[in-house]
């Protein structure tokens, strides 16, 4: 049953279906005009339409191709507009003052509006055509710039619903790989051979089901099959690269739903091997409940258009990992704060073999991890101190989480979502009521007190060293 998601009529669409073939590809292209799509140009964003249109006056041919025209096909608000032409990078960057030529070995033009940027590429070929190519005067490519015309440019893109193209001259659409009948069908499909596609560049394996769980749509059996057969070249990626695809998986605002369907394909232990394992091992269900409402919130805060910080998640996802192993150094006489900063820096080094992780979510990951016995444990002023930090609100935030797996974290998690709605002359009265939750690390129930005696004794030492001269 087709869904008629596009509003394609269905002359149109029987025409369709007359110019492909009855396996993969595509004879010639299907142009269906503006009065046989239900896409409007109030669906781009202004600076595209600026864009596009810039280009298209200045006598090049512009189009609006992937994420965007098939997310406004399925009634999705695009997200992000890519533009194809055959302009070359030169003649855009001559075009847009504001535009500068990006990457060396694909070069593509950002013009840039403030945080706006759209991304303009000339029609390129697949790489194996081989020619076209620049090398320079020591034999090193230089440029591996493969212009092609827009069939191919086409049939270089990886699904048949991300290749088609919004023609800004008279609105029509232009499909040259089915991508039309497979929006109506609801299939994700490869274009080509799926195996060979998907050994070219295994990442499509995860695009595959990040982007079919996001459209709600299923994977074609054959393109599904050759994701099966592919899915451990993920393993080699560059963890860079797999870094990426996993921001989009969580910064999308379909991050639950993607990450069900990574589970569901056997795919987490290319992005968390060690979630993967503990995932796989009857973990207690509250843990998958409360990764499941951290992952909805995200999507929530993503659909009210509100920051999200993908620290908090990814710190989320290694906890059980830094949990146990603290434990595990506690019971073997670490301090807790020191065996929760070993247990940190191996339980990130074990996931950046799998992804990299910048410093700048690594850092924040771990501030807010060393806070949590801080926010179970202090007590007195030095609790309400802990409020300042600029890591506290996400600190805060994860306890709650953890509260949701761990009972004995409950009342401590209340006690400070209540501080914090009190006036600051109320917060110190308030501060005597603090659960101190203990021995939940295996520490010594007795730890705070015996910290104490050995504080008191360390001034007298000091002093006797001060009098022996020796300062
Ligand atoms: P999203 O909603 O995540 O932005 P998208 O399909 O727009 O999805 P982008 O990464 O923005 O994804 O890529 C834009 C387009 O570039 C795709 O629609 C596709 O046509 C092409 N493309 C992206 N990645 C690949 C790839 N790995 N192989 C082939 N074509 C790709
Ligand atoms: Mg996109």
């Given at each position: 049953m087709l869904k008629r998601i596009s509003g394609l009529s269905k002359s149109v669409m029987d025409k369709t279906r007359s110019l492909?073939?009855?396996?993969?590809?595509?004879v010639a292209a299907l142009v269906v005009p503006q009065k046989d799509h239900k896409i409007s140009t109030k669906t781009f964003s202004a600076n595209a339409l600026k864009v596009l249109n810039r280009i298209h006056e200045a006598g090049f041919a512009a189009y609006l191709v992937g994420g965007g025209v098939r997310d406004a096909l399925v009634g999705l608000k695009p997200k992000d507009f890519d533009v194809a032409t055959d302009a070359s990078p030169e003649e855009l960057r001559a075009l847009f003052r504001n535009s500068r030529i990006i990457g060396r070995r694909f070069r593509l033009v950002h013009v840039v509006y403030g945080r706006d940027i759209i991304e303009v590429a000339t029609f390129r070929a697949s790489?194996?055509?081989?020619?076209g190519g620049e090398v320079g005067e020591s034999g090193?490519?230089?440029?591996?710039?493969?212009f092609g015309s827009i069939e191919e440019d086409a049939l270089r893109r990886d699904f048949s619903v991300n290749a088609l193209y919004y023609n800004i001259s008279d609105h029509s659409i232009v499909d040259y790989t089915g991508g039309l009948n497979d929006i109506d069908a609801g299939v994700f499909r490869l274009i080509g051979d799926p195996i060979t596609r998907c050994e070219e560049d295994p990442v499509r394996v995860l695009r595959a089901v990040r982007l079919a769980a996001k459209l709600e749509f299923e994977i074609e059996p054959k393109t599904l099959s050759a994701m099966q057969k592919t899915a451990h070249l993920l393993a080699n990626q560059a963890p860079a690269r797999m870094f990426e695809e996993v921001l989009k998986l969580f910064q999308g605002g379909y991050a639950k739903r993607s990450f069900a369907a990574v589970k569901e394909h056997e795919l987490l232990q290319y992005l968390f091997p060690l979630l993967a394992e503990r995932l796989e091992n009857?973990?207690?269900?509250e843990l998958l409940t409360m990764l499941n409402a951290a992952l909805a919130n995200t999507d929530k805060r993503v659909s009210q258009g509100k920051p999200i910080t993908p620290y908090y998640l990814l710190a989320f996802m290694l906890w059980p990992d830094v949990e146990e192993r603290t434990k595990a150094s506690v019971k073997n006489g670490t301090s807790l704060s020191e065996a929760l900063m070993l247990a940190s820096e191996q339980v990130i080094k074990t996931q950046l073999s799998a992804i990299s992780i910048p410093k700048r979510l690594s850092g924040p990951m771990r501030e807010i991890w060393q806070l949590q016995p801080r926010l179970e444990q202090w007590r007195g002023k030095r609790a309400l101190k802990l409020m300042e930090g600029r890591r506290f609100r996400a600190a805060y935030d994860f306890l709650c989480l953890r509260a949701g797996i761990e009972n004995d974290l409950q009342a401590v998690a209340t006690w400070w979502t209540d501080v914090q709605e009190l006036p600051e002359d109320k917060q110190l009265d308030f501060v005597s009521k603090k659960p101190a939750v203990r021995g939940l690390w295996g520490e010594s129930k007795e730890s705070g007190a015996s910290k104490k005696k050995r504080r008191r004794r360390r001034p007298n030492k000091a002093r006797n060293t001060k009098v022996d001269g020796n300062r």
């Open positions: 492909l073939t009855s396996e993969d590809q595509p790489h194996d055509k081989g020619a090193r490519i230089v440029r591996d710039n493969v009857n973990p207690p269900p």
